[in-house]
């Protein structure tokens, strides 16, 4: 069994205020309170600043729930596997992914998950958006980045190799960058908050900073710009390698490569119970989505 202290201090910081971790628990604000006093007495540290409108993890807070997230779900998927509830998992479960990602290799990968869980309510939303999934009613998010917040709980699926690329016709009119300081010179192609460039080379990581030629919240169209001869771009694997094996784009400055950091997630907030088609989903997409990324 679970800690109970343990559970209300990951109860208050998945919910974000006493009150909502307290309704819950089905427990008063005040003796949900002392169970928190009584934990950091018996730790001999503040885990939280609490004030009137908000609370906020401290160094130690930040530090014991990063230790508590994965021993809470290890346990819990411990006890559903000796239950055997796995046979029955079912209900609702909402998911949010890039519009590209989700399209080319998130739903190639659904049909095995539907038939092996069919009593799943499953939804599914793309978008490029940002989705604070802390102030949203998603179960989980697929996400491309170097960085999870220390606010959510990360589950890495697959590596994400990025490459510069371009056009043949767009190289042939504007000549063939032989060096990154080169890209000064040449249109480049990013969507909002993709640039500056973090890259790894020969000399280590470096960054690239620049403008996009074109204005979009759309990787989609930063693809078909750089198809259609529109300038540069830093594209996954996953997503050009098509294009790359049949020529509609090629490879620029292949010696740099994005930073390697980046790597494909599933996200989800906090929460001292993980539930069971959560569960289901991560390990299906942690196997199905290593092997189809890895053969981009």
């Known amino acids: 069994m679970f800690d109970p202290d343990y559970d209300s201090f ?15 628990l089905r427990l008063s604000p005040a003796s949900l309170s002392k169970r928190l006093t009584r934990l950091e007495d018996r730790l001999g540290v503040r885990l939280l600043h609490r004030t009137t409108r908000r609370l906020s993890l401290t160094e130690a807070g930040r530090e014991l729930h990063a230790t508590l997230v994965p021993a809470r779900m290890a346990l819990q998927a411990t006890e559903d596997r000796i239950a055997g509830r796995g046979t029955a998992i ?3 479960l909402r998911m949010t992914a890039p519009t590209s990602f989700g399209r080319m290799h998130l739903a190639p990968c659904l049909p095995e998950f539907i038939a092996q ?5 499953l939804a599914l939303d793309l978008t490029d958006q940002f989705v604070d999934l802390l102030d949203s ?3 989980l998010a697929i996400r491309v980045t170097a960085h999870v917040p220390a606010s959510l ?8 190799r990025r490459v510069l690329c371009a056009s043949p016709a767009y190289l042939a009119a504007s000549g063939i960058p032989a060096a990154l300081a080169d890209l000064r010179g040449h249109r480049l192609l990013a969507a909002d908050g993709q640039l ?9 990581s470096t960054i690239h900073d620049g403008v ?4 979009t919240n759309s990787s989609e169209v930063v693809r078909e710009l750089a198809l259609d001869g529109c300038g ?8 050009v390698a098509p294009a790359l094996k049949s020529g509609a784009l090629v490879r620029v400055l292949p010696m740099f490569e994005g930073s390697h950091d980046v790597a494909i997630f599933a996200v989800h907030p906090p929460t001292p119970m993980v539930s069971a088609r959560l569960r289901a989903m991560i390990d299906h997409l942690a196997i199905a989505l290593e092997r189809r990324i890895e053969t981009a």
């Open 10 to 24: 990951l109860q208050v910081v998945a919910a974000g205020s006493l009150s909502a971790a307290a309704r819950a």
């Open 90 to 92: 079912s209900g609702p």
């Open 117 to 121: 869980y069919p009593q799943i309510d």
């Open 137 to 139: 009613d998603y179960d």
């Open 153 to 160: 709980v990360g589950h890495r699926l697959a590596t994400s």
């Open 196 to 204: 500056p460039w973090h890259l790894d080379g020969p000399g280590g």
């Open 212 to 215: 996009s030629h074109v204005r």
């Open 232 to 239: 540069i771009a830093l594209r996954s694997l996953w997503d």
